[in-house]
């Protein structure tokens, strides 16, 4: 009777840590049905028609899983204000979402950026020791040192709310803050800010190992061709991304839905792996450039 009591606990042990494992992922999924089934509101739509000048252009399925993203993301995700800005409006924080969940909606499985907790939001460029000032410029060392976003890997993402609509207002010039710092998310879910995302199989980092060391050899040229004069044509992609590979994958992820044609004509190998990973093809819905 001893033993069978033993083993009886045991038992009790074991079923009770399955159910802790596949308990909270099974109430998760169920929350983000509930939240992803909520009507979406008119007048969020009519926000984003307004502020976000690639939403009209999405084809209607994505659009749906856009607005079920968007409400997963407001549930699952606080805001914060920072500097002088008093308060992250409800306009401010659709639109930063909408933008993050536009990354999400060709992956098998989306996790809305599970180490992300906080978005906190500067009213304009806030001063810190980065260097990113989303502008073409040949001397990288004199850029003032400004930010306009950073990811930390720690549970935050930090935006400058002026360049967010500024982003979202201007579909082509390659310049994004917001795509830019969650491919940085992206790119952090392993702990490793490195260019290169968590991918399905052995065989996906095989070949991504082999595309985005070729494309950024090749880029690193390139900007040092016109950095040094050389070359009298900007690169296509913003020189930021030669700072180092985990750069290089979020101006990617920016020329990717900002000018998906010329990305696809001047780099196809990058535009190809990029397709893969994120499940979209921009091409077909994003219009050409004039």
């Known amino acids: 009777m001893f033993e069978v009591a033993i083993l009886a606990a045991l038992l009790l042990l074991v079923l009770g840590g399955l159910a802790a494992a596949?308990?909270?992922?099974?109430?998760?999924?169920?929350?983000r049905q509930r939240h992803a089934s909520q009507p979406f509101p008119a007048e969020w739509q009519g926000w984003l028609e307004n502020d976000y000048a690639l939403y009209p252009h999405l084809p209607a399925d994505l659009r749906q899983?856009?607005?079920?993203?968007?409400?997963?993301?407001?549930?699952?995700?606080t805001f914060?204000?920072?500097?002088?800005?008093?308060?992250?409006?409800?306009?401010?924080r659709?639109?930063?979402?909408?933008?993050?969940?536009?990354l999400l909606l060709g992956m098998r499985q989306a996790t809305f950026y599970p180490r992300l907790q906080t978005i906190l939001v500067y009213p304009d460029a806030y001063?810190?020791?980065?260097?990113?000032?989303?502008?073409?410029?040949k001397d990288r060392k004199a850029r003032?040192?400004?930010?306009?976003?950073?990811?930390?890997?720690?549970?935050?993402?930090?935006?400058?709310?002026?360049?967010?609509l500024r982003g979202a207002a201007s579909e082509d010039d390659g310049i994004n803050v917001t795509y830019h710092e969650f491919a940085h998310q992206l790119d952090q879910a392993d702990s490793r800010a490195d260019g290169v995302p968590p991918l399905d199989d052995g065989e996906d980092y095989s070949h991504w190992a082999g595309v985005w060391s070729d494309e950024y050899a090749d880029f690193l040229d390139q900007v040092d061709a016109w950095e040094s004069h050389r070359s009298q044509k900007a690169p296509l992609l913003d020189p930021y991304g030669a700072e180092n590979p985990a750069e290089f994958f979020a101006v990617s992820t920016e020329g990717f839905f900002e000018f998906p044609h010329e990305l696809q004509q001047e780099r196809p190998a990058l535009y190809a792996e990029l397709k893969h990973y994120y499940g979209l093809d921009p091409a077909r819905w994003v219009p050409k450039r004039s």
């Open 127 to 137: 001063r810190d020791s980065g260097k990113r000032v989303f502008e073409l410029t």
């Open 94 to 102: 659709l639109l930063v979402a909408a933008q993050a969940c536009l």
């Open 65 to 77: 899983k856009l607005h079920e993203y968007i409400q997963i993301f407001l549930a699952e995700k």
């Open 80 to 92: 914060e204000p920072c500097g002088d800005l008093r308060e992250v409006t409800p306009e401010m």
């Open 144 to 164: 003032r040192e400004e930010r306009l976003g950073e990811s930390w890997g720690s549970g935050s993402v930090v935006l400058a709310w002026s360049d967010v």
């Open 22 to 31: 596949v308990g909270p992922s099974l109430w998760r999924r169920r929350i």
